[in-house]
């Protein structure tokens, strides 16, 4: 899960060190513009979840730490950006972008979890899963990450088991996306939440199962491969740049009323075309007679 040391690939098969510049310049360029719309997006999206918690609405605790660790990864990439390689700043600000997207990937987790035991366990949810739950989870998260993260670069072993660790613990949550998202959907027929509410759990899980499968397959396939490839290191590097503005849509889309004014927008779609469609063949009908 390494963030910074994309240029840790050999460059044995690459000859032309012009290229590997010009490539390295894109991935800058790339990168000040997600922190630029990133920052925007999620200080936005912290000051609604603000305004929520003003409001005497129940506090979305996971969605806070997953913006708090969107917003550490964007920060450190301002270092990245800004300071020489090898420096303690730069080294500080590679552990700290780590830890975040490593907590980022827990707290998308969490709230899969959160999501299926609303459907699943609806008692258990109503019951046992109070704000004291939440808040111990999103500390173990927390404790958990840099000390997974620390234990992958200081036991000893050589580079290919480092990768082979890094690779299979970035995949273990993909079969949990898998799980919840399957058990939900066995669950809707008995569960008694309303038809908006259970639409709106199901288009969290299957964006979340999305989100993670685009963004940090190719770091997986990629730290799993025997002959690393440059070019899908830095297009790896490039689409895990992209989660905090994933994140902060996810943001977006769990807000109530989301899924259905865009139900309710793909329905007109459907409803104009099939119009439009009855009004040529009324129109061919018609110039037939």
């Not at 240029?7 to 060190?17: A, Q």
């Not at 700290?96 to 899969?112: D, E, H, P, Q, T």
């Not at 996810?250 to 099939?274: H, P």
Request: net charge positive; charged share 15%.
């Amino acid at each position: 899960m390494e963030g910074f040391n994309f240029t840790n690939v050999s460059h044995n098969n690459i000859s032309d060190s012009d290229g590997i510049k010009r490539s390295l310049s894109t991935i800058k360029v790339v990168a000040c513009i997600i922190i630029s719309i990133g920052l925007c997006l999620i200080l936005v999206a912290m000051f609604a979840v603000c305004s929520l918690v003003r409001k005497n609405h129940v506090a979305p605790i996971y969605v806070i730490n997953l913006l708090i660790s969107d917003l550490i990864q964007l920060c450190c990439l301002i270092i990245w950006l800004a300071e020489e390689k090898k420096s303690i700043t730069y080294i500080v600000g590679s552990f700290l972008y780590n830890v975040g997207l490593m907590a980022s990937v827990g707290f998308m987790v969490c709230i899969a979890l959160e999501r299926y035991l609303v459907i699943a366990c609806p008692l258990w949810y109503r019951f046992r899963h109070t704000i004291k739950f939440s808040v111990v989870l999103c500390v173990m998260v927390w404790v958990l990450s840099p000390v997974l993260f620390v234990l992958t670069l200081w036991v000893p072993q050589d580079r290919y088991i480092t990768n082979i660790i890094m690779g299979t613990s970035l995949l273990l949550p993909l079969p949990l996306f898998i799980f919840f998202l399957g058990g939900t959907i066995r669950a809707l027929s008995a569960s008694r939440v309303p038809s908006d509410e259970k639409r709106r759990i199901v288009g969290i899980l299957v964006l979340v199962l999305l989100m993670f499968t685009l963004l940090f397959m190719p770091k997986i396939i990629y730290r799993l491969a025997k002959q690393h490839s440059y070019t899908l290191n830095k297009l790896s590097f490039v689409f895990v740049q992209l989660s905090p503005l994933a994140d902060a849509f996810l943001y977006v889309f769990m807000r109530k009323g989301t899924i259905d004014k865009l139900l309710a927008t793909v329905c007109c779609c459907r409803m104009d075309s099939n119009d439009s469609s009855r009004m040529d063949s009324n129109d061919i009908t018609s110039s037939t007679v």
